[in-house]
Nanobody, 125 residues
């Protein structure tokens, strides 16, 4: 499975961005994957901010992200988006998408093992 994150950029506080993660390779029900969006802010550890299971449409969000972050995917299940609204300077980070293909919990970052390159999000006026 190959993942590619895109959509980052420089945004003013209060603005919005939609990040995209394109998934290629084995992507079918025979190779179901769960996908998570992570971020690493300057000087901080990488954290899982949102995740979406292959089966079902119940996303998971880190508590502090609910309301401003929305994770979704297309019907082909080869693109997963992360919509971020009301951006704050503290959202500045490199955002990564990652996937896993097992039944481990989606809300634990250490369970993910396919990684894409990140996309930089900078929130500044």
């Amino acid at each position: 499975v190959q993942l590619q994150a895109s959509g980052g950029g420089l945004v003013q506080p209060g603005g919005s961005l939609r990040l995209s993660c394109t998934v290629s390779g084995r992507t079918s029900d025979a190779y179901a994957y769960d996908l998570g969006w992570f971020r690493r802010a300057p000087g901080k550890e990488r954290e899982l901010v949102a995740a979406l299971p292959w089966r079902g449409d119940r996303p998971w969000y880190a508590d502090s992200r609910m309301g401003r972050f929305t994770i979704s995917r297309n019907s082909a299940k080869d693109t997963v988006w992360l919509q971020i609204n009301s951006l704050k300077p503290e959202d500045t980070a490199v955002y990564y998408c990652a996937a896993k293909m097992d039944s481990s919990p989606i809300d634990r970052g250490s369970n993910y093992y396919y990684w894409g390159q990140g996309t930089q999000v900078t929130v500044s006026s």
